[in-house]
């Protein structure tokens, strides 16, 4: 698996780019973005996915980490392929992403080319507890890693608690975390389990 690149820029498209590492060109399948901002002969490093199928091997890049978090998850909804998930990426942002599917609104999926209204649900429904939304005042986003908060929230939400009480209760545990257990989804789960615990005990009037 290619999980990373670093090298120089050879050429350009408006979707893609070619790499130089070593004295090897990788071509990589990337947003606008990457491709606006980058020139030939400029340094870059992108976080990378490689999909393999009978016919191919394709790269596909992004600047950040979170963007490929994104990106394999948006990859697990049935309907969306490689393609389709870039386009999501080109179109949206990470925070945009997050948050129309806390909202439960499927519109900013629609208006992504090559994604049809049913494809666009599948979307909200099954990406639903994976993705924090963005803009919460004293949210997991920067404090815990965003790819450890949503595995937490996700399994939280998986043991019966809604999803905003979940993300509530990430963002109140991160806010006395030690970097390691920000760091860490078993340790950070264990926080909000017994956050949590107590708020049940209360609400049933045990």
């Known amino acids: 698996m290619i999980s990373s690149l670093r090298g120089r820029v050879l050429h350009l498209d408006a979707d ?3 790499v130089d590492v ?7 399948a990337v947003t606008p973005a990457v491709t606006r901002e980058f020139h030939i002969g400029d340094e870059i490093v992108l976080h990378t996915n490689l999909i393999v199928r009978e016919d191919a091997l394709s790269l596909f890049g992004f600047q950040e980490r979170e963007e490929l978090t994104v990106f394999t998850q948006l990859l697990s909804v ?7 998930a870039l386009g999501v990426l080109s ?5 945009q992403i997050a948050d129309a599917v806390a909202a439960e609104d499927d519109a900013p999926f629609r208006r992504v080319s090559g994604i049809g209204p049913k ?11 994976k993705l924090l939304p963005s803009g919460r005042p004293g ?3 920067g404090a815990a890693a965003p790819a450890v908060a ?9 043991l019966g608690w809604s999803e ?3 993300i509530d209760a990430v963002s109140d545990v991160s806010a006395g975390a030690t970097p390691a257990e920000l760091g860490s989804v078993s340790a950070l789960l264990k926080l909000a389990l017994a956050h949590l615990g107590p708020a049940r005990t209360e609400q049933s009037g045990v």
Do not use: E, N
């Open 16 to 18: 893609s780019l070619v």
């Open 22 to 28: 070593g004295g090897v060109g990788f071509a990589v």
């Open 78 to 84: 049935s309907g969306v392929g490689p393609k389709s």
């Open 91 to 95: 179109s949206l942002t990470v925070d």
């Open 119 to 129: 494809t666009a649900k599948l979307i909200v429904v099954q990406l639903a507890g």
């Open 139 to 141: 949210g997991v986003r």
């Open 150 to 158: 949503s595995q937490v929230v996700a399994a939280l939400v998986a």
């Open 164 to 166: 905003r009480v979940c």
